[in-house]
């Protein structure tokens, strides 16, 4: 178990109760050659690097997603998934979680409450 992997167990314990229902891990990426070049058939040559992301998350019954950030003294916010989702101007880092909820709705994929605590090395 990572570092980060158990600072989210502990984070998620401690503000949600319990333990997640799973853990994603995401690598951080960078671009030796090229920027923004990949989708105009340009030369890119992306790697994954050591930094990383993880989100800890569990099901809700609810239509509310709780996100925590832990890398920002365990910031909090949440919206519902049953009124319109607009930015956050107060917590302007839980917006690209709004965003990705509102484009699965916007799709017809089912998206229910969730608990969610985010964190990183990048």
């Given amino acids: 178990m990572t570092d980060l992997q158990s600072r989210l167990l502990g984070v998620f314990a401690?503000?949600?109760?319990?333990?997640?229902?799973?853990?994603?891990r995401?690598?951080?990426r960078v671009n030796l050659i090229g920027e923004h070049t990949?989708?105009?058939d340009g030369f890119v040559l992306p790697m994954a690097i050591s930094g990383q992301t993880m989100v800890a998350a569990?099901?809700?019954?609810?239509m509310v997603i709780r996100i925590i950030a832990?890398?920002?003294?365990?910031?909090?916010c949440q919206f519902a998934l049953d009124t319109p989702?607009?930015?956050?101007?107060?917590?302007?880092?839980?917006?690209?979680?709004?965003g990705?909820?509102?484009?699965l709705l916007l799709e017809g994929v089912p998206v229910?409450?969730?608990?969610?605590?985010?964190g990183g090395t990048v």
């Fill in 26 to 28: 995401a690598p951080g």
């Fill in 100 to 103: 990705v909820a509102e484009s």
């Fill in 70 to 76: 832990a890398d920002l003294q365990g910031a909090e």
């Fill in 14 to 24: 401690a503000r949600c109760g319990g333990v997640p229902d799973l853990i994603a």
């Fill in 85 to 98: 989702i607009a930015p956050d101007p107060l917590n302007p880092w839980s917006n690209y979680v709004r």
């Fill in 38 to 40: 990949d989708y105009n």
């Fill in 112 to 118: 229910t409450g969730a608990d969610l605590v985010i």
């Fill in 58 to 62: 569990r099901a809700r019954a609810d």
